[in-house]
């Protein structure tokens, strides 16, 4: 059974840094692209990053400059750190695991950028 398992949210204060990790239980890792979406209270879910098997990174424009996605292949998870955290960036974040016609979510993992 696949699962993906987030961890590393909580409370900050604005202009401040988390880093948010995945661990995924899942075959091949390797070959899966990796990414992490957020989801604010009444809004739709949305892409924060991405990260392809061959590494090549993909990010959204409202978060460039902001974090970073990384991953290793040897311990299977993914993660973001993620800097300058506004308020707007509260928000659920979601682990994501896709390849072909599969596509993972982990259950998500709180940020509250607040002071």
């Known amino acids: 059974q696949v699962q993906l398992v987030e961890s590393g949210g909580g409370l900050v204060q604005p202009g401040g840094s988390l880093r948010l990790s995945c661990a995924a239980s899942l075959s091949l890792f390797s070959i899966y692209t990796m990414g992490w979406y957020r989801q604010a209270p009444g809004k739709q879910r949305e892409l924060v990053a991405t990260?392809?098997?061959?590494?090549?990174?993909d990010y959204a424009d409202s978060m460039k400059g902001r974090v970073t996605i990384s991953r290793d292949n040897a311990k299977n998870t993914v993660s973001l750190q993620m800097n300058s955290l506004k308020p707007d960036d509260t928000a659920v974040y979601y682990c994501?695991?896709?390849?072909?016609?599969?596509?993972?979510w982990g259950q998500g993992t709180q940020v509250t950028v607040s002071s």
């Open positions: 990260i392809t098997s061959d590494g090549i990174t």
């Open positions: 994501n695991a896709a390849f072909v016609g599969a596509k993972y």
